[in-house]
C-alpha cells in the first residue's frame, strides 16, 4: 500500500477558489512505485460531518474523468506524473462544500465506467484527509 499524504485545505468565503494536492508520501513511495502511480485510478472524495463519504471527483488510467453532479463545472482533476502529484482545482466554492477532502488511488487498473470510480470501495489507498471550510 501506498500513503497519500493531501495539501491546500483551509477556509474561504463563498465564491472562492482553493486548490488541493495529493501526493505520495516519501517514505512509503520508491521509485518502483513511480509508474504504478501514472497508471493509478485516482479520485477525491470528501465526508461532511453526519454524512456518507461521496466521491467528488476521479481520473482513470487512460485519464478519462468524472464528477459529482454538485460539483460539475466548478471542480477540476488534474494529474501531474513528473511530479506524483494529483489536484483538485475548486472554483466557486458553496457553503455546502465544506467537508474533509480525502485522496484516494486504486492499487489496480480500472477498466469500466470511469462514473463509478466516484464509488469510495473501489478504493485501497488513502490519505489522512484535509479540511475545507467555506463560510456564506
Known amino acids: ?3 497519500l499524504v493531501e495539501s491546500g485545505g483551509g477556509s474561504v468565503q463563498a465564491g472562492g477558489s482553493l486548490r488541493l ?3 505520495p508520501s516519501g517514505s512509503t513511495f520508491s ?3 513511480m509508474g504504478w502511480f501514472r497508471q493509478a ?3 477525491w ?3 461532511a460531518p453526519g454524512k456518507e463519504r461521496e466521491g467528488v471527483a476521479a481520473i482513470a488510467s487512460d485519464d478519462r474523468r468524472s464528477f459529482a453532479d454538485s460539483v460539475k463545472g466548478r471542480f477540476t482533476i488534474s494529474k501531474d506524473n513528473a511530479k506524483n502529484t494529483l489536484y ?3 472554483d466557486s466554492l458553496r457553503p455546502e462544500d465544506t467537508a474533509m477532502y480525502y485522496c484516494a488511488a486504486r492499487s489496480s487498473w480500472w477498466l469500466g465506467d470511469a462514473a463509478e470510480l466516484l464509488l469510495p470501495r473501489l478504493f485501497d489507498n488513502w ?3 484535509a479540511q ?3 463560510s456564506s
Open 41 to 43: 485510478p485516482m479520485g
Open 88 to 90: 483538485l482545482q475548486m
Open 21 to 23: 494536492s495529493c501526493a
Open 31 to 33: 521509485s518502483t512505485s
Open 127 to 129: 490519505g489522512q484527509g
Open 45 to 47: 472524495f470528501r465526508q
Open 1 to 3: 500500500q501506498v500513503q
Open 132 to 134: 475545507v471550510t467555506v
